[in-house]
């Protein structure tokens, strides 16, 4: 089993991660598929007049402050235009994908945060009428149920709260929660960069190994969204997912070159 994340940001070849994705389900491998869509929500909002609004918490970690409005702007974007675009894509290469958010089934669950601490000009402030959360349970029979019967399930944020509110939840932390609860043997994390970089943005000062009791410790090379995906490859081997591997997506074969070592391997 193969954990897939595919991210959101500008420059990813999501015809490649398809059609690299359809030679392995055809090959036999098992895999789900995770996928973002910052860059096309960010695009969008701000088409619509509400745009994107970040913060950063007082430990350093940005996130989309997501009131009412952004959250029905970003299900239209994540569970509609990316989700069904991936899953068009990968029926026109012979896979049977089912396009499925984290709400639907309470696939991914987890507790509603209402605010959020942001830093402000030094200061931290406490913002309300926030929907976001982490996620903290995964109904894993619902997968197995669909991958089960042939199909390759395509899945996204939101998630669902514990009273069936839907919300905005960190696509990395939840395909790493996916990853231990179906007991993988592998997570990709696939986004613009090679891997996680020393020096960023010089792409030639790639890391290639982190051992696995070490990786928090590598935060500090993790700038802006790369926290996230850092934080979530701590999760998933702390959970006991064989490997995680950062990996690009921008051309070529990204899973399979990712699967052979290239980009940032953890174990």
């Not at 991914?108 to 349970?137: A, I, M, P």
């Not at 070159?257 to 953890?266: D, Q």
Request: some cysteine; charged content about 20%.
């Amino acid at each position: 089993m193969i954990v897939v994340k595919v991210g959101g940001s500008a420059g990813i070849d999501y015809d490649a991660v398809c059609a690299d994705l359809a030679q392995l389900w055809q090959a036999g491998r098992k895999l789900v598929l995770v996928h973002g869509g910052s860059q096309e929500t960010n695009r969008v909002a701000e088409a619509l007049g509400h745009p994107a609004r970040f913060v950063t918490s007082p430990s350093g970690y940005t996130s989309r402050f997501t009131d009412r409005q952004t959250l029905e702007i970003f299900e239209m974007v994540y569970c509609g235009k990316m989700n069904k675009g991936i899953v068009e894509r990968l029926q026109r290469l012979g896979v049977n994908a089912v396009g499925l958010s984290g709400l639907d089934g309470r696939i991914f669950e987890g507790k509603h945060k209402d605010s959020v601490r942001s830093v402000e000009n030094g200061k931290v402030k406490v913002l309300r009428g926030d929907h976001t959360g982490t996620v903290e349970k995964v109904n894993t029979g619902l997968i197995e149920l669909l991958l089960g019967a042939g199909y390759l399930p395509v899945l996204t944020p939101p998630a669902a709260s514990y009273e069936g509110v839907a919300i905005n939840v960190d696509g990395d932390r939840a395909a790493a929660a996916l990853a231990v609860a179906l007991k993988a043997e592998a997570m990709l994390l696939l986004s613009n960069v090679p891997g996680l970089l020393r020096a960023y943005p010089d792409e030639a000062s790639l890391i290639r190994q982190i051992p696995a009791a070490e990786v928090e410790s590598y935060l500090e090379f993790a700038q802006d969204r790369m926290k996230k995906k850092v934080l979530g490859a701590a999760e998933a081997v702390a959970g006991g997912v064989g490997r995680v591997i950062f990996g690009d997506a921008r051309s070529g074969q990204p899973i399979s070159a990712a699967l052979g070592g290239a980009g940032t391997v953890v174990q």
